[in-house]
């Protein structure tokens, strides 16, 4: 059983990871002309007007607890920890975005080619994965 303290650390990993990770990535992607999306994106998004950056990061807190809940189960090998947290966040969040969220919401605006955009999903994502391993890391330590 998963303690409410460490599913809430997962939280608060998964929201700060994305604009200390998937947006750092977002930003080095955009910076050498891979994407067009640029980071820290504060345009609203409908139907709430909620800006880009807090849908993201709300969502990524999400996906925080879910990692949460698989961390322990990862190898702790620290080479095939790392691998394992940057393949679960660029395999399963992109692959969510594909499968549920574009359905659901539809193409955005502008979109990339297919190749690009899922290369662009799988490296921002694989960032928030490292960058939310690290958080829940720094801050159970800090907690115990």
């Keep these: 059983m998963m303690s409410p303290r ?17 947006q750092i990535m977002l930003m080095l992607l955009h910076g050498i002309g891979f994407t067009r999306n640029a980071p820290w994106n504060l345009a609203p998004t409908p139907p709430l007007g909620v800006p880009v950056l807090l849908s993201q ?12 809940l698989i961390e322990p189960r990862l190898p702790r090998n620290l080479l095939a920890y790392w691998i394992s ?8 969040l992109t692959a ?3 499968a549920v969220v ?5 193409p955005p605006p502008n979109p990339e080619p297919p190749l ?4 662009m999903g ?12 690290l958080l829940l890391k720094l801050f159970s330590k800090r907690s115990a």
């Design 6 to 22: 460490r599913l809430a650390l997962g939280y608060v990993a998964g929201f700060l990871a994305v604009p200390l990770g998937h």
């Design 57 to 68: 990061s709300f969502w990524g807190g999400i996906w925080g607890i879910v990692f949460a």
């Design 85 to 92: 947290v940057a393949l679960f966040g660029g395999v399963a």
């Design 96 to 98: 969510v975005y594909v």
């Design 102 to 106: 574009l359905p659901i919401k539809g």
């Design 116 to 119: 690009i955009g899922l290369t």
């Design 122 to 133: 799988f490296l921002v994502n694989a960032a928030w994965g490292v960058a939310a391993a």
